[in-house]
T-cell receptor
Framework: DGGITQSPKYLFRKEGQNVTLSCEQN?????MYWYRQDPGQGLRLIYY???????QKGDIAEGYSVSREKKESFPLTVTSAQKNPTAFYLC?????????????FGSGTRLTVV | DAKTTQPNSMESNEEEPVHLPCNHS???????IHWYRQLPSQGPEYVIH???SNVNNRMASLAIAEDRKSSTLILHRATLRDAAVYYC????????????FGEGTQLTVNP
C-alpha cells in the first residue's frame, strides 16, 4: 500500500544535540511538507518542498533544516538552535499541491528533548 | 490566508448526525474549502473539500453557504471512531502548498 512512513515514532535526545527525523513516501507525490504540533494546538508549517532539490521556509523554520535529494525522501533536522524542540512532528505529501486530492500525512514522530 | 472560526468543542451521541460549523468570512472567491480530521496521536486525514456546490463522499457531506462565508461538515451517523479534532481550511489555488491549520473543533461522541 502507498503511504508515508515516519520514523522513529518516539525519539529522545539530550539538549544541544542535533537530531534528524525521517520521512519517506511511495505515493509518487511531488510535494512534501513538515509540520510541528504542540499540545492542544493546530499544526504549524516548518518547511515544504514542491520539487526535488528545492524547498521553502514555512512559518517557523528557525532552528530547522531540510534536504530534498530524492523525490521519496524529505528528512528534517532539528538543530541545537531550536529553542523548544519538544513537539509532535508530522510529515505530509501531496500531488496537485493538495488542492483536489488533499494532503497525505504520516503518523508522526514525537520528539522529547531532555 | 483566510481566517476561520470554529467552535472549540462539540458533543454528539453515537448514530446521530453531527453538524460541524466553520466561518470563513474573508475567503477569496477562488479558495477551496478543505476539511481534515485528526484522531488522537495520529496525523490529520483528508475528509472532504468543495468550492461552491455541496459535496458528498463516503465519509461526510459538505454544505457551503451561498455567499461562501461559512460551511458545515455533516457526519450523517456519528460513530465512536469519528471522535477527533476537525479542521476547516480555506485553500488558495495559488498557495495550495501552505495549508494553515487553526485549532479546530474537538468532537466527542458519546456511546
Amino acid at each position: 500500500d502507498g503511504g508515508i512512513t515516519q520514523s522513529p515514532k518516539y525519539l529522545f535526545r539530550k539538549e544541544g544535540q542535533n537530531v534528524t527525523l525521517s520521512c519517506e513516501q511511495n505515493l509518487n507525490h511531488d510535494a512534501m511538507y513538515w509540520y510541528r504540533q504542540d499540545p492542544g494546538q493546530g499544526l504549524r508549517l516548518i518547511y515544504y518542498s514542491q520539487i526535488v532539490n528545492d524547498f521553502q521556509k514555512g512559518d517557523i523554520a528557525e532552528g530547522y533544516s531540510v534536504s530534498r535529494e530524492k523525490k521519496e525522501s524529505f528528512p528534517l533536522t532539528v538543530t541545537s538552535a531550536q529553542k523548544n524542540p519538544t513537539a509532535f512532528y508530522l510529515c505530509a505529501s501531496s500531488t496537485d499541491r493538495g488542492l483536489i486530492y488533499g494532503y497525505t500525512f504520516g503518523s508522526g514522530t514525537r520528539l522529547t528533548v531532555v | 490566508d483566510a481566517k476561520t472560526t470554529q467552535p472549540n468543542s462539540m458533543e454528539s451521541n453515537e448514530e446521530e448526525p453531527v453538524h460541524l460549523p466553520c466561518n470563513h468570512s474573508t475567503i477569496s472567491g477562488t479558495d477551496y474549502i478543505h476539511w481534515y480530521r485528526q484522531l488522537p496521536s495520529q496525523g490529520p486525514e483528508y475528509v472532504i473539500h468543495g468550492l461552491t456546490s455541496n459535496v458528498n463522499n463516503r465519509m461526510a457531506s459538505l454544505a457551503i453557504a451561498e455567499d461562501r462565508k461559512s460551511s458545515t461538515l455533516i457526519l450523517h451517523r456519528a460513530t465512536l471512531r469519528d471522535a477527533a479534532v476537525y479542521y476547516c481550511i480555506p485553500t488558495s489555488r495559488t498557495s495550495g502548498s501552505r495549508l494553515t491549520f487553526g485549532e479546530g473543533t474537538q468532537l466527542t461522541v458519546n456511546p
